[in-house]
């Protein structure tokens, strides 16, 4: 989902509130809390203009404007009452304790540059979520920012230099088996040259 730029309400200042917004700030969002009283850390963001802080009770027609929002207070009136309100309007909510009003879930989140990773068992277990999402990180290091820069570069040029769509897709599941992320790994990958690239992308379409 790209929440770029857009208006992301959370109401509720407490841990689960901080949580989704840490997130929120990694998708480039606009925040708003809207709580009587927040958390030290997001005390900090809102000091860094990070979020925008509404230090009052959730009151209707809070949400005008909101691409989506997150009702995290611990009274279940007012979450269901910002749930209401979000409907109404066509906005989409994540209700933190009530799965079956939720729109949408918040899975658990492994980035690597250009990778995102999300794991979700469909609010079956939060914490298991936690653990294979932590599973995971070995597995996917580092190496996948750089990986993922070069293959980038590689596509737009193919993209824009060769005009079969069958050869394209050749090339790019040959470049992605052709051990580049090992390389990278051991640390012998020099970045490539134009020209390099240019050779590469004519000698795999001769064959
Ligand atoms: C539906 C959902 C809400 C949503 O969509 O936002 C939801 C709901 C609830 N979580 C609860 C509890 C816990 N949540 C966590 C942790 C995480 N919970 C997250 C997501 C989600 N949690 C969504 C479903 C995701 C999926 O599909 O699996 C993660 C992945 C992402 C994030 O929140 O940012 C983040 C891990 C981040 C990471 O570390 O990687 C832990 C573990 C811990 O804290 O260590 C516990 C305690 C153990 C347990 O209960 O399992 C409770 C019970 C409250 C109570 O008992 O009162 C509810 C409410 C209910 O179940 O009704
Ligand atoms: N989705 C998830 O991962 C989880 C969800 N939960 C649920 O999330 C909810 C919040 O949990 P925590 O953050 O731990 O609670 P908390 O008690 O730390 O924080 C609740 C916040 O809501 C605010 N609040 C209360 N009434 C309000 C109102 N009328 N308007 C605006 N803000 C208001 C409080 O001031 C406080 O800042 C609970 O209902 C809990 O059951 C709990 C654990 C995990």
Same mark, same amino acid.
């Given at each position: 989902?790209?929440?770029?730029?857009?208006?992301?309400?959370?109401?509720?200042?407490?841990?689960?509130?901080?949580?989704?917004?840490?997130?929120?700030?990694?998708?480039?969002?606009?925040?708003?809390?809207?709580?009587?009283?927040?958390?030290?850390?997001?005390?900090?963001?809102?000091?860094?203009?990070?979020?925008?802080?509404?230090?009052?009770?959730?009151?209707?027609?809070?949400?005008?404007?909101?691409?989506?929002?997150?009702?995290?207070?611990?009274?279940?009136?007012?979450?269901?009452?910002?749930?209401?309100?979000? $409907? @109404? =309007?066509?906005? &989409?909510?994540?209700?933190?304790?009530?799965?079956?009003?939720? %729109?949408? *879930?918040?899975?658990?989140?492994?980035?690597?540059?250009?990778?995102?990773?999300?794991?979700?068992?469909?609010?079956?277990?939060?914490?298991?979520?936690?653990?294979?999402?932590?599973?995971?990180?070995?597995?996917?290091?580092?190496?996948?920012?750089?990986?993922?820069?070069?293959?980038?570069?590689?596509?737009?040029?193919?993209?824009?230099?060769?005009?079969?769509? $069958? @050869? =394209?897709?050749? &090339?790019?599941?040959?470049?992605?088996?052709?051990?580049?992320? %090992?390389? *990278?790994?051991?640390?012998?990958?020099?970045?490539?040259?134009?020209?390099?690239?240019?050779?590469?992308?004519?000698?795999?379409?001769?064959?």
């Amino acid at each position: 989902m790209n929440c770029k730029n857009k208006i992301c309400c959370v109401v509720g200042g407490g841990s689960i509130a901080e949580r989704k917004v840490k997130g929120l700030i990694e998708s480039g969002a606009c925040i708003t809390v809207i709580s009587p009283n927040i958390t030290p850390d997001l005390q900090v963001l809102a000091d860094h203009k990070q979020l925008h802080w509404v230090n009052r009770v959730y009151r209707e027609g809070d949400l005008q404007g909101a691409f989506l929002v997150y009702a995290t207070a611990n009274q279940r009136e007012v979450n269901n009452a910002v749930a209401q309100e979000a $409907r @109404q =309007r066509g906005i &989409l909510v994540n209700v933190a304790d009530r799965l079956e009003e939720t %729109d949408f *879930i918040t899975p658990g989140i492994l980035r690597r540059g250009r990778l995102t990773i999300s794991v979700s068992t469909a609010g079956a277990g939060p914490a298991v979520t936690a653990d294979i999402t932590s599973a995971l990180e070995p597995l996917f290091g580092s190496e996948y920012e750089p990986y993922l820069d070069f293959m980038y570069e590689m596509r737009q040029i193919i993209k824009r230099t060769v005009s079969s769509p $069958r @050869q =394209r897709a050749k &090339l790019l599941r040959r470049l992605a088996n052709s051990g580049i992320l %090992d390389q *990278i790994r051991r640390h012998e990958f020099v970045a490539w040259t134009e020209k390099e690239m240019d050779l590469w992308i004519a000698q795999n379409q001769e064959e």
